[in-house]
């Protein structure tokens, strides 16, 4: 059977065909970009604060039955390193804000900022706890390399050009400053980390250390944009022994939570979500629902954050759960221009069906009607017709051979009785006594 025969008695099956076909290749492209069920979480030392809040991210995605697996670095560089690395295995991490020379971010957005993250300077008791100069020569804990303590105290350091006028700069990890401190083994330590840090905690509440302050906070801020001052309020440790005996003014920036920009938007939501439930409760120095906050220090924020502090989740996630959100969402993306195409089509198809079963008898019929004023105009003129005779019976056979619905069968039944006037006709002797 030619093809233009074919498409034309089977052009309903064809549309349908390919359109189920569209579907279904639609549908296997949606459901092969299923939110995934398990992502990594750079965090930082384990027991330190970083990997706590990890843990909390953990409980709350695990209730969405997503299992997050963390993975401890020394510090936000390592966790930034992390994520830039494709085949570093890490989907999201905290990130303190104003990290040097971050490099390369154009595969990562940031979910907001998430706590205040304090540079905390505990030097032991006896030694002048006034200005950066109490250091000259003593034996300093910066934090281990990878960490945002070590990259923000370099940065201080040079700008306030001491570089070489300590005694020694140690790369100690939180836990091990603390114990190196309380044991007299060093002179101070920097460490950044939210005020929940069980290492913060427990050298406030110890007599052998005192908490120390930046005399050019001020300075700071406004050479690092990425810093923001804050305060430890006199005897927030302790009233009764006035501890701190006086406010102590600190540094700290804003830690974000960072994702890759391959992290599925169902995925981006999850944390979002459990963002708010764990940061949104009032700290010493922010009071309640300050955090999560839509500010983008180094890393600009992703389109799903952004619609996330507008308007808050989207529907679909608001009432049902995340894999289902996700595929109920896509569903309508999918379907919304396949009804936008079928709703004119269901008003067209069954006009163009309509003009198709009737075409095929018209057809036959401007052929009849043809055929039939050449027979006139030959019989009056006295030419043989036998050629026209058989032209009919071919015409007639086509008719017999024709199959249409029920619907148009009266019309085809039509012609043939029409096709059997013409040929009456075609037998009558011509009348000459007309004029």
Request: aromatic fraction near 8%; charged fraction near 20%.
């Amino acid at each position: 059977m030619p093809a233009t025969e074919f498409l034309r008695h089977h052009w309903p099956a064809i549309i349908i065909g390919v359109t189920a076909a569209a579907i279904a290749c639609a549908a296997v492209a949606m459901l092969g970009n299923m939110p995934p069920h398990r992502i990594v979480m750079a965090t930082g030392p384990e027991g330190e604060a970083y990997y706590r809040i990890g843990e909390r991210y953990r409980e709350a995605l695990a209730r969405e039955n997503v299992e997050v697996q963390l993975v401890a670095t020394a510090g936000s560089v390592g966790n930034l390193a992390l994520l830039r690395d494709a085949r570093g295995g890490a989907s999201a991490a905290l990130i303190e804000g104003g990290i040097p020379d971050v490099g390369d971010i154009s595969q990562l957005e940031s979910l907001g900022t998430v706590f205040y993250e304090p540079l905390w300077w505990f030097q032991k008791r006896g030694v002048r706890v006034e200005g950066i100069e109490s250091l000259l020569g003593r034996k300093l804990s910066i934090g281990e390399p990878g960490s945002g303590t070590r990259a923000l105290t370099q940065a201080l350091i040079q700008r306030t050009g001491m570089e070489g006028k300590f005694g020694e700069l140690l790369a100690f990890a939180p836990q091990t400053a603390r114990d190196k401190l309380l044991a007299g083994e060093i002179d101070a330590a920097f460490i950044m980390t939210p005020w929940e840090s069980p290492t913060v905690q427990q050298l406030l509440a110890d007599e052998r250390v005192a908490l120390a302050g930046f005399t050019h906070a001020d300075a700071f801020v406004a050479l690092f944009p990425f810093l923001n001052k804050v305060v430890v309020p006199r005897g927030v440790v302790s009233i009764p022994d006035d501890r701190p005996p006086a406010n102590v003014v600190l540094i700290a920036t804003r830690a974000s939570l960072v994702v890759r920009k391959d992290v599925h938007p169902a995925i981006q939501y999850l944390l979002l979500n459990a963002a708010v439930k764990i940061h949104s409760a009032p700290s010493i120095f922010h009071p309640a629902n300050a955090f999560p906050a839509a500010e983008a220090i180094d890393i600009p924020l992703s389109d799903e954050a952004i619609r996330f502090y507008k308007s808050g989740l989207p529907f679909l996630h608001d009432h049902f759960p995340f894999w289902m959100a996700a595929l109920l969402g896509k569903l309508a993306v999918l379907l919304i221009p396949i009804l936008g195409l079928l709703y004119p089509m269901t008003r067209i198809l069954p006009r163009l069906y309509d003009w198709a079963m009737r075409s095929k008898v018209l057809r036959l019929y401007g052929e009849l009607r043809f055929l039939e004023d050449e027979m006139t105009s030959a019989r009056n003129a006295g030419h043989d017709t036998r050629e026209m005779t058989e032209r009919l019976d071919r015409l007639q056979e086509q008719a017999n051979r024709l199959r249409v619905p029920l619907a148009y069968a009266s019309m085809l039944y039509m012609l043939r009785h029409h096709i059997d006037l013409v040929r009456e006709g075609l037998r009558k002797p011509v009348d000459r006594t007309m004029p």
